[in-house]
């Protein structure tokens, strides 16, 4: 039911948009991002850690105003290690990876600077988990240790950024703050996964 409400809320965008928009964009982009997993209990520490994004992206509107729906495929990890003073004695290093499809809907403006134009974009990110790798899952135990180990399938972060445009190459510099807690068991404290993303793009037409 959420997808659909998505997908209609993209439709109606669009058809909201088009009929004034300056300038129609369709094209495909790639890059990585650097994930770090954040809890307000220190039970755990983690490493950065990096994953990759593929997808499509789409703008309508001009160089004051554009609105930016994507979908991409990415992977999220974190490596996670006992060294926090909480930690139980039975938490195990590990690493916790999420593959996603993951649909930001971005509003942004343009500024023309010589022959480049930067923009500033922000707006919502929904991630739906399509697989979860938890390495460690199966080797901790314990009432705190149960909040590491079971984590939702739809998740939400707020997304700020800047980038280029260049003729048919786009270039974004992201960063994604997690909203809401990401595991199902709060006993563990509330976990956000936050990431900085960079990627390169080409429009099609």
């Known amino acids: 039911m959420k997808k659909a409400i998505l997908l209609g809320l993209f439709v109606a965008s669009a058809c ?29 520490d983690n490493n950065n ?3 990759f994004l593929a997808g499509i992206w789409g703008r309508i509107g001009g160089n004051q105003f554009h609105i930016q729906p994507e979908a991409y ?35 942004g403006t343009k500024f023309p600077v010589g022959p480049i134009k930067l923009k500033l974009q922000a707006g919502p990110l929904f991630s739906f988990v399509v697989d979860e ?19 939702k399938d739809k998740f939400s972060s707020l997304v700020v ?32 996964l936050n990431l900085w993303t960079i990627s390169v793009g080409y429009s099609l037409f």
Not at 29 to 40: H, M
Not at 136 to 150: F, Q
């Open 161 to 192: 950024g800047t980038g280029i445009d260049f003729s048919k190459l786009i270039v974004d510099l992201r960063y994604e703050y997690g909203l809401g807690n990401i595991s199902r068991n709060e006993t563990a404290g509330k976990q956000t």
């Open 133 to 151: 790798n938890n390495s460690y899952k199966d080797n901790v135990t314990g009432t705190i240790n149960e909040g590491l180990k079971n984590y």
């Open 73 to 107: 495929f990415t992977s999220k990890s974190a490596t996670i290690h006992p060294d926090a003073d909480n930690a139980g004695s039975d938490f195990v290093k590990g690493d916790l990876k999420f593959t996603n499809i993951d649909v930001p809907i971005l509003l």
């Open 16 to 44: 909201t948009f088009s009929a004034n928009a300056q300038d129609l964009k369709l094209g495909v982009k790639a890059g990585f991002n650097v994930a770090t997993l954040k809890t307000d209990k220190s039970i755990f």
């Open 49 to 51: 850690s990096v994953g």
